[in-house]
């Protein structure tokens, strides 16, 4: 038997994807979600509920550790609510249930993070670059990839992936697209807008879960890791682009909402590292 790819929040937003891709490379999936709904996740994959954060939670009632080639872990409750309080509740759960993947014998565990643990930043992120989070949503993340970094970093292969801004499937977010989405279904013609200069790292949520299933398995990549574009783009072209790839009937109200005087003018991945595993993948040859 294939050896598995345990995926944790196998049901959310970018979970779906992971699930899929981890299926293409041929990997045994293991999908975790705490309730299972019809037709959300890839049929090739073995669907289990469980609720990872309780501490009575235990992988090896699942599958035996030596079939496990890694755990990605993706669960997060919140994620588009970025100052909600659950972030910090549950920052202890994870870190345990993190922790516990290394004390059970877990060779390879790969968690997924946030460019919202950077804070304030102008040009190209690095594994190296000084974190300063201004959202709970941030700090948390921060403090798990600190946390888990000292605790497991040197036990077990630990890679952290930072994701950048996530578009696509856009029925299933919480974005500025899903927000126009909404607004056209709702005969709406003009949607308010900020300025729209600043730039970010746009990624389609596909190409995601490509990159997170490639890196949670490749071996000896360890650390902090960018699962990004590496491209920035202004926030106005993105979202003049995607009016136009949507055939949506509405125009943007320029200026009708403040820039917010803590984001970057500019902020994006160094994507390097993850163009150089996609490349050696077996998704390079689709392309």
């Known amino acids: 038997m294939a ?94 249930f993190l922790t516990t993947l290394a004390d059970l014998g877990v060779r390879r565990v790969a968690a997924l993070g946030t460019m919202h643990e950077v804070g304030y930043w102008e040009g190209a992120i690095t594994a190296e670059v000084p974190t300063n989070p201004v959202t709970l949503y941030g700090i948390a993340k921060d403090a798990l990839r600190r946390s888990t970094l000292l605790s497991i970093g040197d036990r077990i292969e630990y890679v952290w992936l930072r994701a950048y801004y996530i578009l696509g499937d856009d029925r299933r977010n919480s974005s500025i697209f899903a927000k126009l989405l909404d607004a056209a279904d709702g005969g709406q013609t003009t949607f308010p807008f900020t300025t729209g200069k600043s730039l970010y790292d746009f990624i389609d949520v596909a190409e995601l879960g490509r990159q997170i299933a490639v890196a949670a398995t490749a071996p000896g990549v360890t650390g902090v890791l960018n699962t990004g574009s590496g491209v920035p783009e202004s926030l106005a072209d993105r979202v003049e682009r995607f009016i136009l790839e949507n055939g949506l009937p509405i125009s943007l109200e320029y200026g009708a909402f403040p820039d917010r005087p803590y984001d970057s003018p500019g902020i994006w991945a160094d994507a390097a590292a993850i163009r150089a595993l996609m490349a050696a993948s077996p998704f390079a040859k689709e392309n």
Request: glycine residues 8%.
């Open 3 to 96: 050896q598995a790819l345990v995926v944790t929040g196998a049901g959310g937003y970018v979970g779906r994807h992971v699930v899929s891709a981890a299926a293409d490379l041929g990997y045994r999936v293991v999908a975790l979600v705490r309730q299972a709904r019809n037709g959300e996740i890839d049929p090739r994959a073995e669907i289990v509920e469980a609720d990872v954060l309780d501490p009575s939670f235990d992988l090896t009632a699942i599958l035996p550790v030596d079939e496990v080639a890694a755990v990605a872990h993706l669960a997060w409750q919140d994620g588009f609510v970025h100052n909600a309080s659950s972030h910090m509740a549950n920052l202890s759960a994870h870190y345990r």
